[in-house]
């Protein structure tokens, strides 16, 4: 788990603070959507109250413009919780107030945020007309949970994570124009 935590936590760092010295996306991303899906098992405090295992939904819509702007769309959960987060460019702030980047490979993307003494990176692969998506997710060494506040006045204390498999849609044209 250390060296999960050490790569994380570096490529989220490295994303972070260059966010904005990065080039747009290149050609071969542009006007394009991409939809990462995932569920991630967590041991979870809320608001103070007992700690319990959940596992929790992810999708994650990307939408490339001919320009090389990123417009992305999180939604987070399935039930009464659930929620929606909209966001537009390649960095800022995560919905719980940690660092945020998304940066373009040679032949894709990646995008890292922390939350608390926890990190999560999602690598997409585009490969011809589709792609593959992995998700890593893991808490600093040592740390006995990830303490944040979300941007909804929810506290978090996350004991541990685990991102499970994760699946890219890739499709041309603006998802959210529909």
Not at 12 to 22: D, L, R, T
Not at 80 to 104: D, I, N, Q, W, Y
Not at 105 to 126: H, K, L, P
């Amino acid at each position: 788990m250390r060296a999960t935590w050490i790569f994380l936590f570096t490529a989220a760092a490295a994303i972070a603070y260059s966010a904005s010295a990065i080039a747009f996306a290149p050609e071969n991303l542009r006007n394009k959507s991409f939809t990462i899906s995932w569920s991630e098992e967590h041991n979870q405090s809320v608001n103070g109250g007992p700690f319990h295992d959940v596992s929790v939904s992810y999708t994650w819509t990307l939408y490339i413009s001919s320009a090389g702007r990123g417009f992305s769309r999180w939604h987070i959960g399935s039930r009464r919780g659930a929620e929606t987060f909209e966001r537009v460019g390649k960095g800022g702030k995560s919905f719980s107030g940690g660092e945020h980047a998304v940066t373009f490979t040679a032949s894709g993307f990646v995008q890292a945020a922390n939350f608390g003494d926890a990190a999560r990176r999602i690598s997409v692969e585009v490969n011809g007309s589709g792609c593959s998506a992995q998700v890593t997710a893991g808490m600093a060494q040592g740390a006995a949970s990830a303490s944040f506040s979300h941007t909804n006045g929810r506290h978090f204390e996350i004991r541990s994570l685990h991102a499970g498999s994760a699946s890219c849609q890739l499709q041309d044209g603006n998802a959210f124009a529909n």
